[in-house]
């Protein structure tokens, strides 16, 4: 059996992580049977979530995991996708995993609102006097992190901007079919609907939130894959 590193393992809706949940419907999505179980990222072998653990096997980081696993039981992510639309794929994956996530991160970890909620979401459980001490300083780590990627260094008001145009450039590719690129989902959809899901149920108010709640497309497509892998 599989088992599925994360942080919190819940058959019935996305673990708060993209990047657990970017695994985890890779996994529903092809029908591989695996078990969720909370983990600590500082154990982790990259000090990140999610692991994968396969009998003796430990893999790190979602590429990773999703490669071992095609070649493992060889699959296809992308089947009948054309050489341009797994380009599109590529760069939406790329956009969304490595611009628009640090964005992502300042509204939940930096923004005050998406602040106070981060705290109690991960940090509630711990005793005192760590439940003191511990959070402010993993917030600075963040805080130190988001500097230095460089998203860190702009106004709050230009990274909102910047999130809202990810989103925005999004929106052509919704509706047509019920995944990005048809009738069934394909890599892509592993990395978009974790990242959609987050802007719509992550409880604080956001611009990315206000921006997703405008465009019914977005709307239809995580409803469709909730009902489908998560009930």
């Given amino acids: 059996m599989l088992t599925l590193n994360q942080y919190q393992p819940d058959p019935k809706k996305p673990d708060v992580s993209i990047f657990c949940s970017k695994v985890e419907m890779f996994l529903k999505t092809h029908d591989l049977p695996y078990e969720g179980r909370a983990a600590n990222p500082t154990k982790a072998p990259k000090g990140k979530l999610p692991t994968l653990s396969d009998g003796e096997n430990l893999i790190a980081d979602s590429d990773i995991i ?44 930096v923004d005050p609102a998406g602040w106070s909620v981060a705290n109690a979401l991960f ?9 003191l001490v511990v959070p402010g300083i993993v917030r600075n780590q963040v805080k130190k992190g988001l500097y230095a990627q460089g998203i860190g260094r702009h106004e709050a008001e230009e990274i909102d901007r910047r999130g809202v145009e990810v989103l925005d450039h999004l929106v052509p590719l919704m509706g047509k079919t019920p995944f990005i690129f048809g009738d069934e989902p394909t890599l892509v959809d592993c990395v978009v609907f974790p990242i959609l899901w987050g802007a719509f149920n992550f409880p604080s108010d956001s611009a990315l939130k206000r921006a997703v709640n405008k465009v019914p497309e977005f709307r239809a497509y995580v409803d469709h894959i909730q009902k489908r892998y998560y009930h």
Avoid: N, V
């Fill in 66 to 109: 999703i490669r071992y696993l095609c070649d493992k039981f060889k699959i296809d992510p992308e089947p009948g996708l054309t050489a341009e639309q797994k380009a599109l794929s590529f760069f939406i994956r790329k956009t969304l995993e490595e611009h628009y996530y640090f964005i992502m991160l300042h509204t939940r970890w």
């Fill in 123 to 131: 940090f509630s459980e711990l005793p005192m006097p760590l439940r």
